[in-house]
C-alpha cells in the first residue's frame, strides 16, 4: 500500500508539474491580423500551467527560464506566459540579448509578442559593449530595435557620462537621442543642452540645440550646430558659434576645433575679440593656436583698436598676432632701438604683438597711415611700418623709409620717421609747406599733430602769410641742422630754424612755384583711406 500511494504522488506530482529540459514552443496569434509568432522555451527548472477562465490558460517558469523569439534570447528567474493576450512577463534578474549585440537588464519586463514591443523596469540596464545606458524605465521595439526612456536616464560610454530626462537609444546604429536637461561629463568637457545626440561607438556628440560647453581650462563654447569628437577631441560649430577663453572670445559662421593642437579654425565673417586690451579682429578666415597664444588672419582682416571717441583701425592682407617671447620680456632693455620702461612687470594683455604683410592701411579720426608691413607690440603700444610708410595728420604728410608710430591709451601720441623723412603740408593750388630731415619726431596733442623737428641735413620751404592769411612769400631752407615746426589749431604755425641755417626769403611775386619742391617730393593724398570704409579700397 505504501508503495501504490508513492507512485500515486508522483503521478500526480507530474501531471501539476514539469521540468523543461528539452525544447517547447509556445505559439501565440495576433489580433490584428492572422500572423503567427513562436517563442521556445529551452530551459526551466519548473513549468505549471493554470487556467485563469475557460479560454486563458496561465503557463509558469520557474528556475533558469531561458526562452528565445527570431534572434532575441530571454533570461529570467521566473516567466509568465498569457499565450491568449500575446503578453510575456518576466522577473527578478531579466536579461535579453537581441541579435547578439544589445543586452538589456532589469528587474522587471513586460512583452508584448505580437507588437514585438517590450517595457521593462525596475533597475534597467541596456549596453551594446561600448556605451551603458541605465534608467528606471525603457520601452523597447524589437522590430525596430529602438529603446525609449521618459523618467531620466544615464549614459557611461568610457570617461564619458550623459544625463537626460528623455532618451532614445537606436541599437542599429548605436545612436541615442537625449532630449530635456541634457548634461555631458568628461574630464575634459562640461555641456548642458535641450538636445543632443550621441553615437557610442563613435563617440561622437552632434548639436541640434543651443548647446553650452566649457572646457576644463575654463573655456566655454556657445553653439547651436555642429558635431565634437569626444574620442579624437575635434570639434566643428555652426551657426555662429562662439568661443571664450578668459578675456579673448571668437565668434564665426564655422569653426573647427582640435584639442589636440590646440588649433582652431573659424571661418565666415569671423570676429576675434580681447577686452583686456580692447582689441577686435574682424575677417573670413581666422587660424588660432590655443597653446601659443596666437592668431592669424587673412582675407581681409581688419584690427580694431577700441577707444570710445577716436579707435584704430588696422587693415592688412594678412595680420598675424602672437605672444612676445619670455626671452624678449626678460631682457628689460630695448625694443628696436626704443626704451621699453614699461615692461618692467608687463601685464598679460601688453604680452602680445601684431604683425601686417602687404597692404597695410590704417585709420583713425586723427591719423591715417599705409605701408607695405607693420609690427606692434604691446609692451611700448607703437607701430613700426616698413616699406614706402606714409602717415597723414593734421593734413600733413609725413614719409619716411621706416616709421614709429607711438599711441597712448590707443590715441597717436608721437611718431618717428628715419631715412629720408620728409613732410609735406598743401597751403594752395600748387603750394605746399616741406620739411626734411635724416630723423622726423612730431608730437600729438590730445591727438592732433602739436610739434614736429627734422634733424640732420635739413630742409624746408615755408610759406608765409600775413595776419589777414594772405601770401608774402616763400622762405627757402636749404640747409640747417635742425628745423621745428609748431603748430596751433591743426594749422602750421611758426617753423623755428636751429644751428647754422641756411635759408632764402623769396617775395610771392617772384617765387616760381614748381621750383619749391624738395628732392622726392611727392602729394599722395589720393592714398590717403579717408574714412574706414576705404580701409579696403585701393
Known amino acids: 500500500m505504501k508503495q501504490l500511494a508513492f507512485l500515486v504522488c508522483i503521478a500526480i506530482c507530474m501531471m501539476m508539474s514539469r521540468q523543461t ?41 520557474f528556475g533558469h527560464v531561458k526562452l528565445q523569439q527570431e534572434k532575441t534570447i530571454f533570461f529570467a528567474d521566473s516567466v509568465s506566459i498569457n499565450q491568449k493576450d500575446n503578453i510575456v512577463e518576466a522577473f527578478r534578474n531579466v536579461h535579453i540579448n537581441d541579435s547578439d549585440t544589445t543586452d538589456i537588464y532589469s528587474q522587471y519586463m513586460k512583452y508584448y509578442v505580437d507588437k514585438k514591443y517590450i517595457i521593462f523596469q525596475k533597475n534597467v540596464k541596456l549596453t551594446d559593449s561600448k556605451g551603458v545606458l541605465t534608467t528606471e524605465d525603457l520601452q523597447y521595439d524589437v522590430n525596430q530595435r529602438i529603446g525609449n526612456y521618459t523618467s531620466g536616464g ?6 564619458t557620462i550623459i544625463t537626460s530626462k528623455d532618451g532614445t537609444y537606436y541599437s542599429a546604429t548605436r545612436d541615442v537621442y537625449f532630449k530635456k536637461d541634457v548634461v555631458l561629463k568628461d574630464p575634459a568637457y562640461d555641456l548642458t543642452s535641450d538636445s543632443l545626440l550621441y553615437n557610442t561607438q563613435t563617440q561622437i556628440a552632434t548639436f541640434i540645440a543651443p548647446t553650452y560647453i566649457r572646457d576644463s581650462s575654463g573655456s566655454t563654447v556657445n553653439t547651436k550646430d555642429g558635431f565634437y569628437d569626444l574620442h579624437n577631441h575635434k570639434a566643428h560649430f555652426l551657426g555662429r558659434a562662439k568661443i571664450t577663453d578668459s578675456s579673448q572670445s571668437i565668434i564665426a559662421d564655422d569653426i573647427n576645433f582640435d584639442d589636440s593642437t590646440g588649433i582652431s579654425i573659424a571661418r565666415g565673417n569671423a570676429v576675434f575679440k580681447d577686452t583686456a586690451q580692447g582689441i577686435s579682429v574682424i575677417a573670413n578666415l581666422m587660424i588660432s593656436n590655443k597653446k601659443t597664444n596666437s592668431l592669424l588672419a587673412t582675407e581681409k582682416p581688419l584690427m580694431i583698436l577700441k577707444e570710445d571717441k577716436d579707435s584704430i583701425y588696422v587693415r592688412a592682407d594678412t595680420l598675424f598676432s602672437g605672444k612676445i617671447p619670455d626671452s624678449i620680456l626678460n631682457k628689460r632693455d630695448t625694443l ?18 601684431l604683425q601686417g604683410y602687404h597692404h597695410v592701411r590704417i585709420f583713425s579720426d586723427s591719423l591715417q597711415a599705409v605701408a607695405d608691413s607693420l609690427y606692434y607690440s604691446g609692451l611700448d603700444s607703437v607701430f613700426r611700418l616698413y616699406t614706402n610708410p606714409i602717415a597723414w595728420a593734421s593734413g600733413y604728410q609725413i614719409t619716411g623709409d ?18 629720408n ?10 603750394m605746399y609747406n616741406q620739411v626734411k630731415g635724416n630723423t622726423l619726431n612730431g608730437y600729438f596733442k590730445d591727438g592732433e599733430i602739436d610739434f614736429m623737428r627734422a634733424k640732420g641735413s635739413a630742409e624746408s620751404v615755408y610759406y608765409i602769410k600775413d595776419d589777414s592769411l594772405s601770401l608774402v612769400g616763400v622762405n627757402r631752407v636749404n640747409k640747417a641742422d ?13 617753423v623755428i630754424l636751429r644751428n647754422d641755417a641756411d635759408a632764402t626769403m623769396y617775395p610771392i611775386r617772384k617765387v616760381n612755384f614748381d621750383d619749391m619742391k624738395l628732392r622726392n617730393f611727392k602729394w599722395l593724398d589720393a592714398q590717403r583711406p579717408k574714412t574706414k570704409f576705404e580701409l579696403f579700397e585701393e
Open 154 to 159: 544615464r549614459v557611461v560610454n568610457g570617461s
Open 402 to 419: 621706416t616709421m614709429y608710430l607711438y599711441t597712448k591709451n590707443k590715441k597717436p601720441d608721437h611718431l618717428y620717421a628715419f631715412e
Open 482 to 494: 635742425i628745423i621745428d615746426m609748431i603748430f596751433l589749431n591743426k594749422e602750421l604755425n611758426k
Open 21 to 61: 529540459s528539452a525544447q517547447s514552443a509556445v505559439q501565440f496569434k495576433s489580433k490584428d491580423n492572422d500572423s503567427i509568432r513562436t517563442v521556445y522555451i529551452w530551459h526551466s527548472d519548473t513549468l505549471r500551467e493554470a487556467k485563469k477562465d475557460s479560454l486563458t490558460t496561465i503557463q509558469s517558469l
Open 336 to 353: 628696436d632701438g626704443i626704451t621699453a620702461s614699461n615692461t618692467r612687470n608687463p601685464s598679460d594683455s601688453s604680452k602680445r604683438y
Open 421 to 430: 623723412g620728409l613732410v609735406v603740408g598743401k597751403s594752395g593750388e600748387n
